[in-house]
């Protein structure tokens, strides 16, 4: 299985752009689809979106279009930016990997550890 | 409020079996596959279930789970101290174009 390990500023302004950067270790970010999930504090986990390293993506609708997601090859990384955020989008951020997207068994079958994000003047 | 629900909490003995239940509607786990994640305190969720009742290499026979219709199910058999943690159920919605979760729960061993 590839490693996950999660990167960014722990601390980001309201209506400030969050970034994100997930490095994939152990395998070649070419044989997976990957998605970003998070956790706010005390509640359940929400899909944000998913990314092929074709380019292909689709994130969650209730957040406004305000994803963009890209992977760069050369770096074995994937980022997310999250535009216009408030203490709303204060969560620990995963990434974790499709085990099997095209068939109708898929699941996220691998994470990394997680960084917190908090939205905070 | 997560589109696939869970019981917050439930609990049980050591050696007593638990059921963790989640519901939702036609176009998620009436369409497709359900999995399961255990997640402990501070750490990330780990797969523990997919394709509704497969064990991935190394999870304990004492998992399993079940789907009927627009509900799915996961047991802890022989539940253990080790076993006390939040488990999440999760599922492709077709209406939402996208995954969807239930809102976790805690298993707690009296």
């Known amino acids: 299985q590839v490693q996950l390990q999660e990167s960014g500023p722990g601390l980001v302004k309201p209506s400030e752009t969050l970034s994100l950067t997930c490095t994939v270790s152990g395998g070649s970010i070419s044989n997976y689809f990957f998605s970003w999930i998070r956790q706010a504090p005390g509640k359940g986990l929400e899909w944000i979106g998913y990314?092929?390293?074709?380019?292909?993506?689709n994130d969650n609708p209730s957040l406004e279009k305000r994803v963009s997601m890209s992977i760069d090859t050369s770096k074995n990384q994937l980022s997310l930016r999250l535009r216009s955020v408030t203490a709303a989008d204060t969560a620990v951020y995963y990434c974790?990997?499709?085990?099997?997207?095209?068939?109708?068994?898929?699941?996220?079958?691998?994470w990394g550890q997680g960084t917190l994000v908090i939205v905070s003047s | 409020q997560s589109v696939l629900t869970q019981p917050p909490s439930t609990s049980g003995t050591p050696g007593q079996r638990v059921i963790v239940s989640c519901s939702g509607g036609s176009s998620n786990i009436g369409a497709d596959s359900v999995s399961w994640y255990q997640q402990f305190p501070g750490a990330a969720p780990k797969l523990l279930i997919f394709?509704?009742?497969q064990r991935p290499s190394g999870v304990p026979d004492r998992f399993s789970g079940s789907k009927s219709g627009t509900s799915a199910s996961l047991a802890i058999s022989g539940l253990q101290s080790e076993d006390e943690a939040t488990y999440h159920c999760a599922a492709w919605d077709n209406s939402f174009k996208g995954w969807v979760f239930g809102g976790g729960t805690k298993v707690t061993v009296l």
């Open positions: 990314i092929y390293y074709s380019g292909s993506t």
């Open positions: 974790a990997t499709h085990r099997d997207f095209w068939s109708g068994s898929d699941a996220f079958d691998n």
């Open positions: 394709n509704n009742n």
